[in-house]
């Protein structure tokens, strides 16, 4: 049985053929309408959630399958004390697959590790969130058709954004592939993946505070949230919220060809005023999430569909 806690649980091989899958589904959805009959997906989530919980439910939907769960740990036995652990030993009886996310770094391993079904971890803390990767893996290979020889700009919070540590996993794997971080001092990328990815894998990276001083050389632009409920401190977060804001100005800096993604949601980090440039993909890039959800469901299910 196979789970997804990491984006490096599926190789570069496996990757590219869930990304066929998902494209696949993008051009036919309707020869998957039926995939998933009577298979239920688990959707546990215990820390908030609109994209990652409601497309998981939308693509178990769309694959003729039913979903159970719960949005908020209150409203499960998590708030009379009940382990992560005893919860999946007990889901593991009702659904075909669990899709889980919590807010300790780990949980989904620890509920792997007691599930006698596929478990996808769907955001553990500040830690990893594999399917926000495979959905910005494939937003970047369905508009851009490749992975290798992009200078990728990450920007914003990149200590505790979980989706640019996974991301910064998953493309160190293709040739050619730089990263520009773009962050204050105080929210730079983990020394774990600076020293343990990037450095240990000879990738070469620079680090910059200022978002103009990278546009012009970007291929993508991953923006992120400066995310409020990972701050200890408030006044630290409200001298860090509106760090970068990327506008109309901002975006005459960049090459006509590279692409803004962020994960969402969105706070001040993109004005609204970007929405409409044809390089700003962050909406379609949710639609991608619905497709490779399904792709997942069905892999990790073994259910194939000629
Ligand atoms: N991108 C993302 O994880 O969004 P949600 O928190 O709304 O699921």
New binding site residues.
């Given amino acids: 049985m196979k789970h997804l806690l990491n984006p490096l649980d599926f190789s570069v091989t496996e990757l590219e053929d869930l990304l066929k899958l998902a494209n696949a589904i993008e051009a036919e959805p309707q020869k998957y309408a039926h995939a998933c009959e009577g298979k239920k997906l688990a959707a546990c989530f215990y820390e908030?959630?609109?994209?990652?919980?409601l497309s998981f439910e939308a693509a178990m939907l769309n694959l003729g399958g039913s979903v159970i769960g719960f949005a908020s740990g209150d409203n499960s036995s998590a708030a009379k004390g009940e382990s992560v652990s005893d919860t999946i030993r007990v889901i593991s009886c009702y659904a075909d697959i669990c899709a889980i996310r919590h807010p300790k770094e780990g949980a989904a391993l620890v509920a792997s590790s007691r599930s006698s079904i596929p478990v996808i971890n769907a955001?553990d803390g500040g830690h990893q969130?594999p399917t926000?990767t495979l959905t910005d893996l494939l937003t970047i290979y369905s508009l851009k058709g490749h992975f290798d020889h992009l200078k990728v700009g990450l920007c914003g919070d990149l200590k505790f954004g979980r989706?640019v540590h996974s991301l910064i996993e998953a493309l160190i794997r293709y040739p050619g592939i730089e990263f520009v971080l773009i962050s204050p001092e105080e929210l730079r990328v983990p020394g774990y993946i600076r020293e343990d990815v990037l450095d240990a894998n000879q990738i070469p990276y620079k680090e910059v505070e200022r978002l103009e001083d990278a546009l012009s050389q970007l291929d993508i632009l991953y923006m992120t949230r400066v995310q409020k409920e990972r701050f200890f401190n408030e006044e630290d977060y409200i001298r860090m919220k509106d760090f970068y804001i990327l506008d109309k100005a901002k975006m005459k800096l960049a090459p006509k060809d590279m692409l803004v993604l962020h994960?969402?949601?969105r706070v001040n980090e993109i004005s609204v005023e970007v929405d409409d440039d044809p390089r700003a993909v962050y909406f379609r890039q949710a639609q991608y999430g619905v497709y490779v959800r399904m792709a997942l469901i069905l892999t990790l299910l073994d259910i194939h569909i000629d």
């Fill in positions: 908030p959630s609109t994209r990652t919980r955001g969130h926000q989706t994960p969402l949601p």
